[in-house]
Structures are given as C-alpha cells and as structure tokens.
C-alpha cells in the first residue's frame, strides 16, 4: 500500500496548517483515517448521478425540470423516452442504455447493493458480503432494463456517445461528465434514483490532497507547501473543483456557487447518501474482477447467480491475500 510513502497528520497538525476538520464533509475523513491519523486532504468528492436530455423529455410529455426519483418513475419515463422515431419499426431513440464500460457498469449495481441494504464487503473487509439477495436484486435490476423493461437495448453499448448524439435519452454516470455535456445539449441532471429497496445510496469517488514524504528535509519547499494547501483547501480553491466535483468544504458546498448551479446543485443534493470504495489497497482489482462476470451476465453467457458466484470467488481470493 502507498501509506508507507505518504506523510501523516493528526488533527492538531493540520489545524496547524489552517486546515480545521469541522469545515468539512465529514465522512471523507474517515477513509483518509488509519491508526489515528490521517493521510491526505480529501478535496472533491465525486459521485454518480443521472443526466437527461430536457427536449426529449419534453417532446415525450415529461417535466424536464423532474429527473426520475425511484425505480418505478426510471421505468416509467425510459418506456414512454422509448421511441421508433422514424417508422421503420426498428427503435433508433432508447430510454437508456447500459454502458460498455465495466466500471461504470460495477458502481452502478454496488449503489442498488447498498440501496438494498447490502454491502460490498463484511465489516471487517475479509470476505464478499454481497452474493445474495441484496446483489441479485440489484443485477436483475439492472438487466431487466432491456430483458423485461424494453427501455435499453440487450447487452452493453457506447452509452456517452449515443447519449450525447441522441440515441439514448438518459444516462448514468459520475458528476466528472458534466463538463463533457454542458454545452453539447439540453442538458439536467439528477440525484442516482433510487432503485433498491431501502433506502438513497449513490457510489462515490474522492479527490485527495497526498503529501509524499521526502528524504530530505528542504524548509522553503514545505512552506511553499503549505501556502498552496491552504489555498487549494480554502474557499478560492474550493470554488475552483466545484467546477469539475464536489468540494468538500461545507462553507462552499452549501453555498449558492454550487447549490445555484443548473448542474452540479442535484449531485450535491445527494452529498448525504454518498459512500465510498472500501479503503485497502486491492479495491482496483476487487472491482476488476465483479466487472468480469457482471460483463458475462450482460451479454447473456451466464445467469445472474452464476456472475455474483464467479465474483464472490474472486473478490475472497483476493481478500485471503489483505
């Protein structure tokens, strides 16, 4: 792991620094904890949402200001967004569309793990705790989209492209797309809907601030250091990542230059029901090897028991090696 390479701090070190934990989202810190202290400054946070084209919603009869909240209302509004729209029988305008990409596709069905009040790992992160029902909902879910809904294609396609040209009138993805979108369409976002059966859950990323440790000690250059820190955590700082994620100082979350902003105010209204990757240094591989078999459920060469069983196996090999 790269904790050995990483300068640490306490509480009281970094109110030293100007950095006061209390300005900030708290949970962040919690996964740049270990033995007491902490390892990097989390700055952004990065989560999932939905994206929608506001003419397509409105052309299908749709509020173009009301994403889809839930399960029911995601279904609902991908049929009637589902659209042959030049007669020939084929379907050339989808509600949705599931992604290619593996990751994307793995985030996804762990926020519906944990909105079914599963979890990805036990608590002590020794073993697979998501081969059962809370899983299996969440896979059938998300395949059911095009084996019963009808609202996406069979299979796995290009979603950002064919979102982007009209193809695809929904798309899910995380809030680093918005930049990509903005200018390029009618462009409203959402909270990730809810499409477990417990409770909100959206997959978050963190942007951290690491201070590697060096062998020698050179004064001017840490106090260079701390003078970019200050900024870079700092309300003029934070202002400038709410323009690609969240910030993670509450000062700037909650003000209007994020909760005003057409885009990014929907993923901020989320922040409480974020989670995070599982803090040890396989989570890369670990979602590597769910993306595999959850690959394989989607192009239709085994069962949804058969992908969760596959990545259980996996995910414990790896675990057996922590």
């Given at each position: 792991?790269?904790?050995?390479?990483?300068?640490?701090?306490?509480?009281?070190?970094?109110?030293?620094?100007?950095?006061?934990?209390?300005?900030?989202?708290?949970?962040?810190?919690?996964?740049?904890?270990?033995?007491?202290?902490?390892?990097?400054?989390?700055?952004?946070?990065?989560?999932?949402?939905?994206?929608?084209?506001?003419?397509?919603?409105?052309?299908?009869?749709?509020?173009?200001?009301?994403?889809?909240?839930?399960?029911?209302?995601?279904?609902?509004?991908?049929?009637?967004?589902?659209?042959?729209?030049?007669?020939?029988?084929?379907?050339?305008?989808?509600?949705?569309?599931?992604?290619?990409?593996?990751?994307?596709?793995?985030?996804?069905?762990?926020?519906?793990?944990?909105?079914?009040?599963?979890?990805?790992?036990?608590?002590?992160?020794?073993?697979?705790?998501?081969?059962?029902?809370?899983?299996?909902?969440?896979?059938?879910?998300?395949?059911?989209?095009?084996?019963?809904?009808?609202?996406?294609?069979?299979?796995?396609?290009?979603?950002?492209?064919?979102?982007?040209?009209?193809?695809?009138?929904?798309?899910?993805?995380?809030?680093?797309?918005?930049?990509?979108?903005?200018?390029?369409?009618?462009?409203?976002?959402?909270?990730?809907?809810?499409?477990?059966?417990?409770?909100?859950?959206?997959?978050?990323?963190?942007?951290?601030?690491?201070?590697?440790?060096?062998?020698?000690?050179?004064?001017?250059?840490?106090?260079?250091?701390?003078?970019y820190t200050q900024w870079v955590a700092g309300p003029e700082g934070q202002k400038f990542y709410a323009q690609m994620f969240l910030p993670t100082r509450l000062?700037?979350?909650?003000?209007?230059?994020?909760?005003?902003?057409?885009?990014?105010?929907?993923?901020?209204?989320?922040?409480?029901?974020?989670?995070?990757?599982?803090?040890?240094?396989?989570?890369?591989?670990?979602?590597?090897?769910?993306?595999?078999?959850?690959?394989?459920?989607?192009?239709?060469?085994?069962?949804?028991?058969?992908?969760?069983?596959?990545?259980?196996?996996?995910?414990?090999?790896?675990?057996?090696?922590?």
């Amino acid at each position: 792991m790269f904790l050995p390479y990483i300068k640490s701090f306490t509480a009281e070190d970094l109110v030293l620094m100007g950095i006061k934990m209390s300005d900030y989202v708290k949970r962040p810190w919690d996964i740049v904890k270990f033995n007491g202290k902490y390892y990097g400054i989390p700055l952004g946070i990065i989560p999932l949402g939905i994206f929608y084209n506001k003419d397509m919603f409105k052309k299908a009869g749709l509020d173009p200001e009301k994403p889809p909240r839930n399960l029911e209302e995601f279904i609902e509004y991908g049929k009637k967004l589902t659209k042959d729209t030049d007669g020939d029988g084929k379907i050339d305008q989808w509600g949705f569309m599931n992604d290619i990409w593996p990751m994307g596709k793995v985030w996804v069905w762990e926020s519906i793990l944990v909105q079914n009040g599963g979890s990805l790992l036990n608590a002590e992160k020794t073993k697979a705790a998501f081969n059962n029902k809370a899983g299996l909902d969440a896979l059938n879910i998300m395949l059911d989209f095009s084996r019963k809904d009808k609202i996406a294609p069979p299979g796995v396609s290009d979603a950002g492209t064919a979102f982007l040209t009209g193809k695809a009138a929904m798309y899910i993805s995380g809030i680093w797309m918005v930049p990509t979108f903005k200018d390029k369409l009618p462009l409203g976002t959402g909270a990730l809907p809810q499409f477990g059966s417990q409770r909100p859950a959206v997959w978050s990323s963190l942007d951290l601030y690491l201070f590697p440790k060096h062998r020698r000690k050179d004064k001017e250059r840490w106090k260079a250091t701390i003078t970019y820190t200050q900024w870079v955590a700092g309300p003029e700082g934070q202002k400038f990542y709410a323009q690609m994620f969240l910030p993670t100082r509450l000062d700037i979350l909650n003000s209007p230059f994020v909760q005003a902003d057409p885009y990014m105010s929907a993923f901020a209204k989320a922040v409480d029901s974020t989670f995070f990757p599982p803090a040890l240094k396989d989570t890369q591989e670990i979602y590597d090897s769910i993306a595999s078999p959850l690959d394989a459920a989607f192009a239709g060469t085994i069962s949804a028991e058969e992908a969760l069983a596959q990545a259980e196996k996996q995910t414990n090999r790896i675990l057996a090696r922590q």
